[in-house]
C-alpha cells in the first residue's frame, strides 16, 4: 500500500511539474479568432508560431509570446516592423545583402527591405530558376524574401479598419459631410469617394491648407488601395456565395463578392478591436472580441480553438521526451546499484510520460477529428507510444526492468526522432485526399502502425536476448524468459501487419478499385509479414535455433524501417509521404548500426567460444 | 496470459474504433469544413427612400421574398440586365425588387431609371418594385459589405438571406430561378 501511494504521489508531482502555468485570456492578445490557413481553419494562435518559427526560428521573440508578437503586428504595425524578428544565421547571406553580422545576426523588417529592394534584379532572377538548382544560400534568400513579402502582407492585413485619416481642415470636414477632428479609415473614406471626388475636381476653388488635406488624402487613399491584395490573413468565414469553402481576409471580402451583413458585422468589429488596442480600451476589447468569436462559432466549434491554443501551450511531446530520458537514466543507476526503489521510480515516470504521451496523441485526435497517423511526425509519435505501451505491459508482467528499460529508450528515441520530422511550420497538417477517410485511417493506418511499434519492441527484446547469453547476463532462466517475451510480441507484431495489410487491401479497393497493386508501400508491409512468419514458422517447425531467430528479429528493424521510411525514397507508389532528404542517410546509418551489432554479437560469441576451449 | 492479450487486442482495435465513430464514419468529405449556407443569416433592416420621395424600411416589404439588387448605372451589364429582372418580378407575383443604386450622383441613376419606366411602366409601377439611391454607401459599403456591381441577395419572408448572386445572370435559367426558390 505504501508503494501505491508513493506511486500515485510521484505521479501527482510529475503531472503538476510537467503542466506550465495555463496563460489568462489577457486582453490586447489575439489568440483563439480562428483562421483559415493552409487548408485548415485554426486557432491565430498557431498562426502566430508557424508565422514566428519561420522569421525568428522560436516560438516566441524574447518576452513576448507570439500571440503578443502577432497582435502588436497586426494592429499596430509600424512598431513591430521595427522589431529585429529575422534570424538569418548565414553569414553569406547578410553580406550579400550588405548588411553586418554579428553574433545576434536578429535584422528587423525595415533594414531588410532597403537592403532587398537594391538587389530585387538578383532575386528577381533566383525566382525564375529551377528551385532544385538553386545553391543553399541562395534558396534561403529566396525563401527571406518571400518571408518577408508574407510578414509585410499580415502587418497590412487590417490597414482597411485602422483610423488612417484625421480630418482637422473645417473647410475639408464640411466638404466630406464629417466632424472636425473625427477619424476615418479606407471604408469610411471609400463611403465617401463622391464626395472626394466632387472635391477633387474643384481643388482649385479651396484655400491652400484644405488643398494640401485634400491631395494627401487622395494620396493616402492610392497606398491604401495596394494592400487589397493581402490575403493571408483569412478571419472571415465563407458565407457561402462560392461553392468551395474558402475563407477571406478582410480586404479581400468586398472585391471578391463574398460580403453580407454579417462580414459587415465582423469588419466594424475588427475596427473596435483595432480602436480598442490604440487607446487600450479593456471593455471595448473583450466585447468586441468575443463578438468576434461569437460570430465565428457558427463556423468551427470555439471549444476546439481554443483546446488547440491551450495545446499549443503545453508542449506535451517535449516533456514526455524529458521524462522518457530520465527515466532512462535511473534504469542505468538500477542496473548499477540493483536498488529496486529507483526502478520503481523510473517505471512511476515512464507511466507518466506515457500518459503526457497519450494526452498529447489524443488532443490531435480531438483538434483534427481523425487518427493521430496522418503524417510521418504523426505515425512516428503513435508508434514511440505503442512500443512505450507493449514495453510496460511487457514489464508488468515479467517485473524484471528488461520492459522498463525498452519504454525508457523507445519513447525518447521515437520522440527525439519526431523533433526532426516536425518541420517548421503547423504540424496538424491537412490529409493528403487519399488518406481523407476517417474510417480505414482509423483501423488500417493505426493498425499497421501497432505492427510497427510492436515490431520495434519485438526487434529490441532480440538486442537484449542476444546482449544476454553472449555477455552471460543473468541467467538461463532470464534468457528463457526474455525469449519468450520475443516469441510473444513478434506474434503480436505479426497479427497487426497482417490484419493491417489486409484491411489495407479492401481500403485500396473500395478507393483505387483493386485489392493489391505492388505499390512500393504494399510490398514493404507484405515483406514485414512474410519475415516474421518465415521467422516465426522456422522457430515454431525447430528448424531455427533461438540465437538465429534472435538475429533475424534484430533484423526485422530493418524491414520494418525501410517499409516505414525507406518507400518514401522511391519517390513512386501511393504511399509516399513526400520524400525528406536527410531519410536516405538516416536509414543507412541504421542499416550499418543494426548490422554492426550483429557483427560484434557473433564475433563476441566466437571469441568467447575460442576462450572456452 | 494469452487471455490477457486477446482482451487488450480487443480493447485496443474497439476503442479506435469507438473514438473515430461518429455518424460521417464513411463519408469521404471533411466534415468541419462543410459549408452551410448563409448560416441562417438574419438580413438587416435600413431605410431608404424610393425616388419618387416615400421612405420606406426594408422590414416593411419583407411579406415577400425580396430581391435586395446592388447595380450603378456606369456599369453596363447591370443596365443589360435590369430589364430582365423587372419582368422577372413582374412575372412572380411572390417576388418584391428592390434596386438600390450606387452611383455617386442621383442624376446618374435617375436618367437610366426614367428610361426603364418609359419602357416599361407597368413593370416599374406594378408596386412590388422599389428604386433607391445610396447616398455615402450607407447601404452598400457599411451594411451589407457590397463593393462591387451587381450583386444581389435573396431575403426570405422570414428575413434570413438565403442566397447572394454575383454578377450578370441569365434571369431567366432554370437554375436561378431555382436559386429563388429556397
Known sequence: ?????????????????????????????????????????????????????????????????????????????????????????NPDIVHLLGLEYDSNHKYNFIELLQSMSSRMEMIN????LDPAKLTGSQSQLLNLYINLMEYFEIARSLSLVKYEFEINNIEVSELLNVNMGDKLNYLDMIQRKARYKQVFHKLREY?????????????????????????????????????????????????????????????????????????KDEELWNKSYLEIIGITSKYIDPNKTYFEKIYNSFDLFKISTGLYLIALLLIGLYAFS??????????????????????????????????????????????????VLFSMLLEYRNKNSIGSLIAAFTGSFFLFLSIKYVGDGDSLGVLVAVLNTNFWLATHVVTITIGYGACF???????????????????????????????????????????G???????????????????????????????????LHGKLAGQLKPIIFAYGMVLTNIVVVLAWFGVNLLG??????????????????????????IIFIISARQLRKKNEV | MKYKIIVILVILISSVIIVNYDKNIFSTNDTRLEQVKFNK??????????????????????????????????????????????????????????????????EDAVKFLSVMTRRHPDKVNNGRVYLTWDRDSEISIKTYNVKRVPETFVINKDFKIFDKIIGNQDWYSKEIRDRLKE
Open chain 1, 501 to 535: 495489410t489486409i484491411l489495407g487491401g479492401i481500403w485500396a479497393d473500395q478507393s483505387w478499385g483493386r485489392f493489391w497493386g505492388w505499390d512500393p508501400k504494399e510490398n514493404g508491409a507484405m515483406f514485414i509479414c512474410l519475415w516474421l512468419i518465415t521467422l
Open chain 1, 338 to 387: 540493483g536498488k529496486l526503489v529507483i526502478l520503481k521510480v523510473s517505471n512511476v515516470i515512464i507511466m507518466s510520460a506515457l500518459i503526457i504521451h497519450g494526452l498529447g496523441l489524443l488532443s490531435r485526435m480531438y483538434i483534427m477529428g481523425r487518427p493521430p497517423v496522418t503524417t510521418l511526425y504523426e505515425s512516428i509519435l503513435f508508434v514511440g507510444f505503442i512500443s
Open chain 1, 125 to 128: 532572377k533566383l525566382n525564375e
Open chain 1, 1 to 89: 500500500m505504501p508503494s501505491k501511494l508513493f506511486s500515485l504521489l510521484s505521479f501527482i508531482l510529475f503531472i503538476l511539474l510537467s503542466i506550465p502555468a495555463m496563460a489568462d485570456n489577457k486582453p490586447f492578445i489575439i489568440d483563439t479568432i480562428p483562421i483559415q490557413h493552409e487548408g485548415r481553419i485554426k486557432p491565430l494562435s498557431t498562426y502566430s508560431e508557424v508565422l514566428l518559427l519561420k522569421t525568428y526560428g522560436k516560438k516566441s521573440f524574447n518576452e513576448m509570446s507570439s500571440e503578443q508578437f502577432l497582435t502588436e503586428l497586426l494592429l499596430d504595425s509600424k512598431n513591430a516592423l521595427k522589431r529585429p524578428i529575422f534570424n538569418i544565421a
Open chain 1, 572 to 597: 513512386i507508389g501511393l504511399h509516399s509521404y513526400g520524400f525528406i532528404d536527410s531519410v536516405a542517410t538516416n536509414i543507412v546509418l541504421f542499416i550499418i548500426i543494426e548490422l554492426s551489432f
Open chain 2, 41 to 106: 443569416m438574419d438580413a438587416v433592416d435600413f431605410p431608404f427612400k424610393d425616388l419618387s420621395g416615400d421612405n420606406f424600411h426594408l422590414f416593411d416589404i419583407k411579406d415577400k421574398t425580396i430581391l435586395l439588387h446592388f447595380w450603378a448605372s456606369w456599369c453596363g451589364i447591370c443596365k443589360v440586365e435590369f430589364p430582365a429582372l423587372l419582368d422577372l418580378v413582374h412575372k412572380d407575383p411572390n417576388l418584391v425588387f428592390l434596386a438600390v443604386a450606387t452611383d455617386d450622383e442621383i
Open chain 1, 207 to 279: 484655400s491652400k491648407p484644405a488643398q494640401d488635406d485634400i491631395l494627401k488624402i487622395g494620396e493616402k487613399l492610392r497606398v491604401l488601395s495596394r494592400d487589397k491584395n493581402a490575403k493571408i490573413f483569412r478571419v472571415m468565414p465563407a458565407q457561402g456565395v462560392r461553392k468551395d469553402n474558402t475563407w477571406f481576409s478582410p480586404w479581400e471580402v468586398m472585391n471578391m463578392g463574398e460580403g453580407t451583413p454579417e462580414t459587415a458585422k465582423l469588419i466594424s468589429l475588427w475596427t473596435d478591436l483595432a480602436v480598442a488596442y490604440r487607446v
Open chain 1, 457 to 499: 519492441v519485438a526487434g529490441l527484446l532480440a538486442h537484449i536476448y542476444l546482449i544476454q547469453k553472449s555477455f552471460n547476463f543473468q541467467d538461463k532462466i532470464s534468457h528463457n524468459s526474455t525469449f519468450n517475451n520475443m516469441i510473444g510480441v513478434s506474434l503480436i507484431a505479426l497479427f497487426f501487419s497482417i490484419l
